[in-house]
């Protein structure tokens, strides 16, 4: 590809979903927009940049955004981030909202619906302790492929043996020919909204645990402090939020704190201030303008 | 270091799970079918055992039926990983004692997940 059209994929992406897009990268590009390519009847990435600066490509723009920003995704990835959400988080939360009993999570980066999943079955298996208890799980993500599939709820073998344990898989899915489907049950906890991280979300409201996986890597320094002071301000003062294995707060915002011997688990500092939540949604990221 | 012992009558299958084994730092052993798995059990259990269903002499559920009531055969992990993939077969599996599950074709990744699940990793 040459270096002009690299450069403007690299600009669309930055824009559109605050995605940076390292110089190098030709296989990604290749192997994530090739199917794009062949399912418009193009013949190359050159075409398809063609495509995409004419100033009628919107739907292909978002297409070919969502398409770069998808990532697989595992049940239970990683495992300490549940054994945190388990052991950690929800004792706390349980006592110190013994009297309101209602507690909201979200998932910022859902992807296909694994990890909302996760948290919806950690729930159910302890519903006895839950008795009276109204938990919302809000999952969002950029993309309408990835959440129609999260709704959907419906997983290959090759998915659902990457985390979710023999056990559970009995316990919550139903087989349907070569699939496997989550339980109704399991589905209805989950409240899956489309939304991009740069647009600001206060509209979702506050909560109590927020789960921003492996997405803070893809955005540059600058994007990655507005996104954070969004999530502080979204966020309750004894709330948590969790980050993924490869990411951290540390020399990027001063809005959130690790808690000590807890990897990957941060809580909020003090209150946010009005110029913080400002700084966050003031601006909405203006939409690419076709050169 | 721990020990697998890999059943399967297989040859591609045992040498290729065997060389995922070796990168997850287990020490590996193999036999063709569950009456060779089982003699080797008896002179001495290893940590996890990766377990084919379908195999000549002796199959895999005979297998854990077997090692289940074996001195010490509570210990080992056992992981079945066959191409059963139905829900009755994972169900039996487990009603005998079997730990984990993995439905072929599988993946360095699929072996690393579940032997995470049950604590071998």
């Known amino acids: 590809m040459n270096p002009g059209d690299y450069e403007f994929i690299g600009q669309l992406l930055k824009q559109r979903s605050g995605l940076v897009l390292a110089p190098g990268k030709d296989y990604l590009l290749e192997s994530r927009l090739m199917p794009i390519v062949r399912e418009r009847g193009l013949n190359s990435l050159d075409e398809l940049v063609a495509e995409l600066r004419r100033p009628t490509s919107e739907s292909l723009q978002t297409e070919v955004t969502e398409a770069m920003t998808t990532n697989e995704s595992f049940f239970f990835r990683d495992n300490t981030p549940f054994d945190l959400f388990r052991e950690d988080m929800l004792p706390a939360l349980l006592e110190a909202r013994a009297t309101r009993r209602r507690l909201r999570i979200w998932c910022a980066a859902c992807s296909t619906g694994q990890e909302p999943y996760s948290l919806s079955i950690i729930l159910k298996e302890m519903a006895d302790k839950l008795v009276g208890w109204r938990i919302e799980i809000v999952a969002t993500d950029l993309s309408s492929e990835v959440l129609e599939k999260a709704k959907a709820g419906m997983y290959s073998q090759f998915e659902v043996q990457r985390g979710m344990p023999i056990q559970l898989l009995v316990k919550y899915f139903t087989q349907v020919g070569d699939l496997w489907n989550i339980d109704a049950g399991i589905r209805a906890m989950v409240d899956y909204r489309k939304l991009n991280l740069l647009e600001g979300f206060s509209q979702l409201g506050t909560f109590d645990i927020i789960f921003c996986r492996n997405v803070l890597i893809y955005f540059d320094q600058p994007t990655k402090a507005t996104v954070l002071g969004g999530v502080a301000s979204v966020m309750a003062p004894d709330g948590y939020l969790l980050l993924g294995a490869a990411e951290t707060v540390l020399g990027i915002t001063d809005a959130f704190k690790p808690v000590p011997n807890k990897r990957g688990l941060y809580a909020p500092t003090t209150q946010v201030s009005e110029t913080l939540r400002d700084s966050a949604f003031g601006s909405a990221i203006p939409k690419l303008q076709a050169v | ?121």
Request: glycine letters at 6%.
């Open chain 2, 1 to 121: 270091m721990k020990e697998c012992l890999v059943v399967d009558d297989s040859a591609v299958i045992r040498k290729v799970a065997c060389r995922i084994l070796e990168e997850m730092e287990f020490e590996t052993a193999e036999a063709v079918d569950g009456k060779e798995a089982l003699d080797f059990c008896k002179e001495h259990m290893p940590d996890a055992i990766l377990l084919d269903w379908n195999m000549p002499v002796m199959d895999g559920l005979e297998f854990l039926t077997a090692l289940r009531s074996e001195q010490g055969g509570q210990d080992p992990v056992v992981v079945f990983c066959t191409t059963e993939n139905d829900i009755n077969h994972i169900t039996t599996a487990l009603g005998a004692g079997a730990n984990e599950y993995i439905m072929k074709p599988f993946d360095r990744e699929i072996i690393e997940a579940k032997f995470q699940q049950v604590g071998l990793l």
